[in-house]
């Protein structure tokens, strides 16, 4: 059967299930929690199996966005279901199970199948747009653009080498500002209070990680030796980084990710065997440093010690029970808080805040705290908010609900699959073109933030994106430079020769 059949049926069946859960809705039914983990975990195994059928791997826009889905909304809904509890914030916020709870998760699950239905929809109805659009208009277009740019090998390198040196000073600062390596290391577990006023240093890591991705895929499409020194102090200061940031997010997505997706789009791409060894390889090294450096500091080091003893075990727990894994934990506070007489929607006011995030607050004293995450925090899990203004996630999801109710859960999906569309890996990667380098780029940097964007709100993970956009798109101007506009002949016979390929 032809693939674009398929995804047309897949998109009816999408819409049948938002169909059938309207009438429920309509007939005021009770929907089961259960069920509705059924349906959302065979909606998401659907979409990664599609991709990885089609792409040989699960690491494009959708089947980041699937994994994202099954990580956070179907594996730990089970959690809580067989464990009982529920913890928006740490252990000391946990509460039992109950059916009014059981409820609430229910409309939390609906939230998440309305908002990965639409987004699948989107994206797949883009990609089937795109490929029926006549593919030899862009083709040529491609062609009479083919030198409408040239990029500086020299100019690359200083580029490459000015963020690793800025981003290795940027580290010593927090470092020797904060006490010396124990304190900053200590001083990690509570981040938002202990870099208030230098966050933006934390985040030097992604201009290393955009000229890196630069560098090797414009060096790989002149043919010349990619893994340079430059390129090895550039993946050095990027782990460090990484590393040194206080977060599994920046070590996983903004350095592991993009590199092997750098290694996917080169001439020999790893096999979906080897991608799945450095999966299960990125779980353990980040549960193990969340567990040694995080969650040992809030509870005394019980973590720690129980790691000590099972660190199987321990891990296993931690890979849903973690801070950074639990927006679903969120949802059912939001929808159960959203069922009292004193629940206002925010009518788009966690949004508004987001553009301050560019600010830094040195510049701007009343600088708002943050967005969705802040304002549900703050309200809802105000122990675990406290002094340290220590946030927990609310996801696209719950700041959608939050904001608009349904229709903001309904135009997040939207939204964020027409931009994720954008980023659809093809096939045949043209780096050929001044734009498919570009545009490389842009997959490979922003692919990743993908979880960050579902995960978090629109203040932290929105702004972060519009900042790589921006750093790479600067960062390539930089280093190129437009070169005289191809004959009016040389056009016709680029026209010409795509015309008779047709």
Request: with cysteine; proline share 4%.
């Amino acid at each position: 059967m032809n693939k674009d059949v398929l995804l047309a049926l897949g998109a009816g069946s999408l819409a049948a299930v938002l169909v059938s859960w309207g009438i429920v809705s309509v007939l005021d039914q009770e929907v089961s929690y259960p069920l509705m983990i059924a349906v959302l975990a065979l909606l998401l195994v659907s979409v990664v199996t599609r991709e990885i059928m089609t792409f040989h791997h699960p690491l494009t826009p959708a089947g980041v966005v699937a994994l994202t889905g099954l990580l956070l909304f179907v594996l730990r809904p089970l959690t809580v279901w067989a464990n009982r509890v529920t913890s928006p914030g740490a252990l000391a916020d946990s509460r039992y199970f109950s059916s009014a709870l059981v409820e609430a998760g229910s409309a939390a699950l609906v939230q998440c199948l309305v908002f990965f239905c639409l987004f699948f929809i989107v994206y797949y109805a883009i990609a089937l747009n795109q490929r029926a659009t006549v593919i030899e208009a862009a083709s040529i277009s491609a062609l009479t653009r083919r030198e409408s740019r040239v990029v500086s090998t020299t100019a690359l390198q200083y580029l490459t080498l000015v963020a690793s040196g800025g981003a290795f000073a940027a580290i010593l600062y927090l470092i020797v500002s904060s006490g010396g390596p124990s304190a900053y290391v200590a001083g990690l577990a509570l981040r938002s209070d202990f870099l208030s006023g230098r966050s933006f240093f934390a985040l030097t890591y992604v201009p290393v990680q955009i000229a890196l991705v630069l560098n090797v895929l414009h060096r790989r499409k002149v043919g010349v030796r990619v893994w340079n020194w430059v390129n090895v102090v550039a993946v050095v200061s990027l782990l460090v980084c990484g590393i040194s940031a206080g977060g599994r997010g920046p070590l996983v997505i903004g350095v592991v990710l993009p590199l092997v997706l750098l290694k996917q789009f080169g001439p020999k791409p790893l096999r979906l065997r080897t991608l799945t060894t450095i999966g299960v390889g990125m779980l353990v090294v980040a549960l193990t440093y969340s567990i040694v450096v995080r969650t040992s500091s809030f509870d005394g080091g019980r973590s720690l010690a129980q790691f000590k003893v099972d660190p199987v075990g321990v891990m296993l727990t931690q890979l849903t029970s973690g801070s950074e894994t639990r927006p679903f934990d969120s949802l059912v506070r939001l929808n159960e808080a959203a069922t009292t007489d004193g629940f206002e929607f925010q009518g788009g006011a966690t949004y508004a805040a987001a553009p301050a995030w560019f600010v830094p607050r040195a510049l701007w004293e009343g600088k708002p705290n943050g967005g969705g995450n802040t304002w549900f925090t703050s309200t809802y899990v105000p122990r675990f908010y406290g002094t340290a203004r220590i946030e927990t996630s609310l996801s696209t999801v719950g700041e959608g609900y939050a904001n608009f109710g349904y229709a903001g859960v309904a135009g997040a999906g939207i939204v964020l699959g027409a931009v994720a569309s954008q980023l659809r890996p093809r096939r045949r990667q043209d780096e050929t073109t001044a734009g498919g380098l570009l545009g490389t780029t842009l997959t490979v940097v922003l692919t990743p933030l993908l979880f960050s964007l579902i995960r978090g709100d629109l203040y932290q993970g929105g702004s972060l994106t519009i900042a790589t956009v921006g750093l790479t798109m600067a960062g390539y101007y930089v280093v190129s430079s437009r070169k005289p506009a191809t004959t009016h002949g040389t056009v016709e016979r680029l026209v010409a020769t795509s015309v008779l390929r047709a």
